[in-house]
């Protein structure tokens, strides 16, 4: 399994970006995984940002909440994250990640959980 991060760039606040995550070795569409974006600014912890599992429900961090939307074009097994009103401190590498599993559940925020990551891309916003 491999993931792929694109889309990454410098961005004013308020601005948009999408990310994207090319999957291989595995698919989407007939492959039970739970896949996610992890976010990891300079000097802080890494943060989950999302999730999506192969049952459709979309799992989202409070800080970003209405402002991003992650989603995934099983044809392309590409996965997605579309991120608007982008704010200063939301500047990190972002990571996609997937692990094994039909639902993401309630664990979905739990970077030690997935086992496949991706190199990630800088998102810059200032």
């Known amino acids: 399994v491999q993931l792929v991060e694109s889309g990454g760039g410098s961005v004013q606040p308020g601005g948009s970006l999408r990310l994207s995550c090319a999957g291989s070795?595995?698919?989407?569409?007939?492959?039970?995984?739970?896949l996610g974006w992890f976010r990891q600014a300079l000097g802080k912890e890494r943060e989950a940002v999302a999730a999506?599992?192969?049952?459709?429900?979309?799992n989202y961090a409070d800080s970003v909440q209405g402002r991003f939307s992650i989603s995934q074009d099983t044809d392309k097994n590409t996965l997605y994250l579309q991120m608007n009103s982008l704010k200063p401190e939301g500047t990190a590498m972002f990571y996609c990640?997937?692990?094994?599993?039909?639902?993401?559940?309630?664990?979905?925020?739990?970077?030690?959980?997935?086992?496949?990551w991706g190199q990630g891309t800088q998102v810059t916003v200032s």
């Open positions: 990640a997937a692990r094994h599993g039909w639902a993401c559940g309630g664990r979905w925020f739990a970077g030690s959980e997935y086992s496949y």
């Open positions: 070795g595995f698919t989407f569409r007939y492959s039970d995984y739970c």
């Open positions: 999506i599992g192969s049952d459709g429900d979309a």
